[in-house]
């Protein structure tokens, strides 16, 4: 049986783009990092969130494994924050530098900037039923937005609630808030590394996209 | 400025010129006659808006909303953005919003904002109220419309109330609260969507409209009772309201207006049953009585268990 010439064309097309992607592939970072708080190095903390639920979260946690050369192990069922990074690395655009009809056309690389994001998932320690205690971690060789979502569902009823906090600043960070899509209720209080002074604002961002803060120039 | 006023002129001259000489039969002319007067007011208003505003600072303020909010429009567009204490505020990510308004009362110092987002946004009406000083905004409905916003149902007999009918959400109008109604028991699956059709007298309790049956609930916990108004039941009940809701469609098409028809169909439900039914307080909490229908109790979990 010889295929017919079609899929031959499309298993060629797909080989190809498959190498020409895995020269772009040169970050093997995955996009998003499941960390337990408890398992997290006290001496990375930026900041400690510790979280009073009006009402219970949900709490089944599942812990998910995969991977055969590199295992990666992933959470879920229960409270954690989402922490957006992003990543300003350099690229190349491809210029030209005159006439392309004359033939006399000289292409050159041009460097660019390019930012790339991702995220560290942080699920929460559980103290009692109401009470989570969540930890702000860095990732190595990417620059946070300042800013984390604190994620749980109530009987299946997903909420996110978006904070931003600054070191350079010193304002009220315990304070009570209502999430945007149920209004659930949550009493809120930040602890800085240190016990240094910081500022814990609430951010109103949309659930599910942690890092895009209601205010451009995030907390003052 | 010359360029403009002549403009003026010329179309004020062609405008009463179809009105007494042309019968009434003949569209083209005033088709035209209304391009002309279009294009008078707009660039009357465009010389207006340069006058006003020189070349460097195109962007006006409008409609203060009062205390720390601004709004921000543009000259050719009735998108506003808004500014909370000089700074761009974007609600849920949405940063132009087709209607805002002040609610009436405040919180934190500062007034509540009734929002209703531009429809690329994603967002629909919101509420924007202050707490600790930092803006917070609420989903009110999650239907995007921007020809016929959700701007809430009052439910009949009661001045305070709106019903989002779609969002199981309903606003105190004098409080600024925003009440949330669970229709699903724990680990359930309903096919039907529900309708918010009613909330009791003391703003803690609300019906709602499943496609078997109506789910009495306790705002922000859980369902905790049912009452059987079957499918053959709401189909006999809502046949006039799918009747009235088609009128009123077809009615504002022809004014050149479009409406959510299924909104309005939904909302003349809620009106239905507030008809119909009542809100009473009794031995077992409050219950909807109405059509000989009595509520019966459903298991509730308590928050201990959970």
């Known amino acids: 049986m010889r295929p017919i010439p079609a899929f031959h064309c499309w298993r060629w097309l797909a080989l190809g783009c498959a190498a020409a992607l895995a020269g772009c592939a040169t970050n093997a970072d995955i996009y998003e990092r499941h960390v337990r708080a408890e398992d997290a190095n006290p001496a990375d ?30 959470y879920a069922g229960y409270p954690s924050i989402d922490v957006p990074f992003y990543q300003k690395g350099m690229g190349l655009d491809l210029g030209v530098l005159g006439d392309p009809r004359t033939l006399l056309a000289l292409p050159y690389p041009s460097p660019t900037t390019r930012t790339t994001s991702a995220q560290l998932k942080i699920f929460g320690e559980r103290l009692d039923a109401t009470h989570y205690r969540f930890v702000v971690l860095p990732r190595s060789g990417w620059t946070s937005t300042n800013s984390f979502q604190v994620e749980f569902a109530i009987n299946g009823r997903r909420e996110g609630m978006t904070f931003a906090y600054s070191t350079k600043t010193v304002c009220e960070s315990r ?39 209601a205010f451009f120039s995030g907390v003052e | 400025m010359p360029a403009s006023l002549s403009c003026g002129a010329a179309a004020n001259d062609v405008v009463p010129a179809p009105t007494k000489t042309v019968p009434p039969g003949r569209r083209r002319s005033r088709v035209c006659a209304s391009v002309a007067l279009a294009l008078t007011l707009s660039t009357t208003s465009a010389a207006q808006a340069q006058r006003a505003a020189p070349a460097s600072a195109p962007v006006k303020a409008i409609q203060p909303p009062g205390g720390a909010f601004e709004l921000e429009g543009q000259p050719n567009s009735n998108l506003y953005r808004i500014k909370y204490r000089g700074k761009p505020y974007r609600p849920l990510n949405a940063y132009q919003f087709i209607h805002v308004r002040a609610l009436g009362p405040t919180q934190g110092g500062q007034p509540m904002l009734l929002a209703v987002s531009n429809d690329f946004m994603g967002v629909g009406t919101i509420l924007i109220a202050v707490q600790n000083d930092t803006p917070l905004a609420r989903v009110l409905s999650p239907t995007i419309d921007v020809r016929d916003p959700d701007m809430g149902l009052a439910q009949p007999g009661r001045q305070d109330l709106l019903l989002f009918t779609a969002g199981s959400r309903a606003l105190v109008t004098s409080t600024g609260q925003v009440l949330w109604f669970e229709h ?17 007298p003391d703003n803690r309790h609300g019906a ?28 006999e009940a809502f046949n006039p309201a799918w009747d009235q809701s088609r009128a009123r469609a077809r009615a504002a098409l022809d004014e050149g207006k479009h409406i959510d028809q299924r ?44």
């Open chain 1, 175 to 213: 304070f009570d808030v209502t999430t945007p899509t149920y209004g659930f209720g949550m009493s809120v209080a930040a602890g800085f590394p240190g016990g240094k002074p910081g500022c814990l604002k609430a951010c109103d961002a949309r659930p599910g996209y942690p890092g895009h803060c």
């Open chain 2, 208 to 235: 709602l409209l499943l496609d078997n049956e109506i789910r009495l609930s306790v705002a922000g916990e859980g369902p905790y009772a049912s009452v059987p108004f079957t499918r053959a039941m709401q189909r």
């Open chain 2, 184 to 200: 699903l028991l724990p680990k359930e699956y309903q096919r039907s969507s529900p309708l918010l059709v009613s909330v009791s």
């Open chain 2, 263 to 306: 909104r309005l169909h939904d909302n003349l439900k809620a009106e239905w049953i507030n008809r119909n039914f009542r809100w009473q307080q009794g031995k077992e909490g409050w219950q909807f009585i109405g059509q000989g229908l009595k509520p019966a109790a459903l298991p509730v979990q308590s928050k201990k268990e959970q």
């Open chain 1, 45 to 74: 903390v930026v900041l400690t969130l510790d979280v009073a639920f009006a009402q219970a979260p949900d709490y089944d946690p599942q812990t998910i494994e995969y991977g055969s050369k590199v295992k990666v192990v992933e």
